[in-house]
């Protein structure tokens, strides 16, 4: 395989509690530069936990979160979007009553490079051509599938080095998630680091090189995803579910 | 007097008052919308616009100096409530936060009435703004005051819509009150956006109180809480945490107001707060979230 690139997040030993249940339990993962890497694992495994953590929404309790050499754990989330990480949320979490443009205006919100903003809006509508014609519609009268493809673009918007993504599938018609994964792979082509939440395992390896299986708040286990993909006895014990 | 001339009065009379609801309403939601918080003490800062407009004049002010003065001393007044009384409070629970609001108001309350007595005092208005206009010979007439808060209030709701839908701070404002957590995740600075909504609803809530008092002819410490709770009903009609609601509910309420006591008899229009209550009830009962808000459910 190539050369290995620099680790651009490193997550050692992370916890984090939810009042008195012990949500993480020392999680530990690397994300390479340019590299996909999935999260997956049965609900209430972490996956969601340990993005949240990432982006400065939960406070971790033990643990490190270093990105780009600086350790990043517990600071502030608008802070640590301004460092380079945006995440797309599950559930997408658009802000409904305002329109399309102005939920794309807001995911640049912590950049002052008025040219490059412009640069990327025309990037956005390449990638997800269906936002320029509802640019100025409410965002909450789109489809699944259309809001979907815009809480990428908004988290895209921050320009970020790292893009965490939160169940991009979920509640999106089967066509729209190919087309919504194939624009993943099309970001990924132009080197875009990205740490993927996927419930769906065929899709989030299929697009990811490496991934992290968690099952209760712990790393069970991680490869490469087409090893991951070929040991089906391991994906029928860690998931549950057959895909 | 025609009959016509009779409604146009009314009508002019509805606006006004309309406006005064309207700007009060649109400051609490404001708040409400990034704090989910019930600001109480938003009367109490118009109290402060027009003691400050009444003291500076006193003192030999111009009177739209001491206006602009007003507007900023309140604005002044709902950044420190904001910075001492509600950001220690900001995670604790609805009940703490509510409780903390309603101490705020009596603690201002009460300093103004050991500083300056519970006894009104004059608010000295420019002759120009007390001059009445007359229409169809004398059939309508309204205050130069009337027309000022008419028009004030236009042009800074105009502002505000500005600021709301074409500025990142106010598209900021409105993003962190429909998802707090999702305003983070973009990277708003949410600390910066509630000092912000505190100082904006603050200024407004200034404006209401020196354009409420003008219309009255006096001030006191207590005189915000009629209007507060006029605005509360004014924005749970249009939809709480909703600034286009607050302003539809401020002009429905004003005008609910004046066309009970216009158009129906005495009898029945010395109920006239009683009438309006029963509309707020309605409202809580068959559309809690408001007009402009239908399918929301509202935590007070």
């Known amino acids: 395989m190539a050369t290995p690139s620099p680790v651009l997040l490193s997550v050692e030993n992370l916890e984090v509690n939810f009042g008195a249940v012990r949500a993480l339990k020392g999680i530990s993962l690397d994300v390479h530069a340019g590299e996909v890497v999935a999260l997956v694992g049965a609900n209430g495994a972490g996956k969601s936990t340990t993005l949240r953590t990432i982006s400065g929404l939960s406070r971790p309790r033990g643990g490190k979160i270093i990105f780009d050499g600086k350790p990043i754990g517990g600071i502030a989330p608008s802070r640590i979007v301004t460092l380079g990480i945006a995440q797309s949320p599950e559930g997408r979490r658009l802000f409904g009553g305002l329109t399309v443009a102005d939920n794309l205006r807001l995911g640049a919100c912590t950049r002052t490079d008025k040219e490059a903003i412009v640069r990327d809006s025309e990037r956005m509508f390449m990638l997800f051509p269906i936002l320029k014609q509802r640019l100025k519609q409410l965002a909450g009268t789109l489809s699944g599938g259309e809001q979907q493809q815009l809480a990428l673009a908004r988290a895209l918007m921050a320009a970020p080095r790292l893009l965490l993504l939160d169940e991009p599938s979920l509640g999106v018609a089967p066509l729209l998630v190919r087309h919504i994964f194939s624009a993943l792979a099309e970001l990924k082509r132009q080197g875009m680091t990205m740490l993927l939440v996927e419930q769906n395992i065929t899709l989030a390896l299929d697009l990811a090189d490496r991934a992290y299986v968690l099952r209760t708040g712990q790393v069970a286990l991680s490869g490469r995803s087409a090893e991951l993909r070929d040991s089906e006895r391991v994906a029928q014990a860690y998931l549950g579910a057959a895909t | ?300």
Not at chain 2, 211 to 228: R, Y
């Open chain 2, 1 to 300: 007097m025609t009959q016509l001339d009779y409604i146009l009065q009314q009508i002019v009379n509805a606006v006004s008052l309309g406006s005064l609801y309207a700007l009060v309403a649109v400051g609490l939601s404001i708040v409400f919308g990034v704090l989910k918080l019930t600001n109480f003490a938003h009367g109490d800062v118009m109290m402060v616009g027009a003691f400050g407009v009444a003291l500076l004049v006193g003192i030999g002010v111009p009177f739209p100096v001491a206006v602009i003065c007003g507007i900023a001393a309140a604005a002044v007044a709902g950044f420190l409530i904001e910075r001492i009384a509600y950001r220690p409070i900001r995670d604790a629970p609805d009940v703490a936060r509510l409780l903390t609001s309603l101490a705020v108001t009596y603690i201002i309350e009460n300093v103004g009435i050991l500083v300056f007595t519970s006894s009104p005092r004059n608010f000295p208005l420019p002759d120009i703004l007390n001059t009445s206009w007359e229409m169809s010979n004398g059939a309508i007439t309204f205050t130069s005051i009337n027309l000022l808060t008419i028009a004030l209030t236009f042009v800074s709701l105009l502002l505000l819509g500005w600021f709301i839908t074409r500025t990142t701070t106010g598209l900021g404002m409105r993003a962190a009150a429909e998802d707090m957590s999702a305003a983070h995740l973009v990277g708003l600075n949410v600390n910066r956006l509630i000092i912000v909504a505190f100082i904006v609803a603050s200024a407004y809530a200034g404006l209401a109180g020196i354009l409420w008092a003008a219309q009255a002819g006096v001030v006191q410490p207590q005189m915000g809480f009629t209007p507060l709770l006029k605005a509360f009903v004014a924005a749970i009609i249009g939809g709480f945490g909703s600034i286009a609601g607050a302003l539809v509910g401020g002009y429905i309420l004003g005008a609910l107001e004046i066309f009970i006591v216009a158009f129906l008899p005495s009898s029945v229009s010395s109920y006239r707060d009683a009438i309006v209550f029963a509309v707020l009830i309605a409202f809580l009962l068959v559309r809690p979230g408001g007009l402009l808000q239908p399918n929301r459910e509202i935590k007070l």
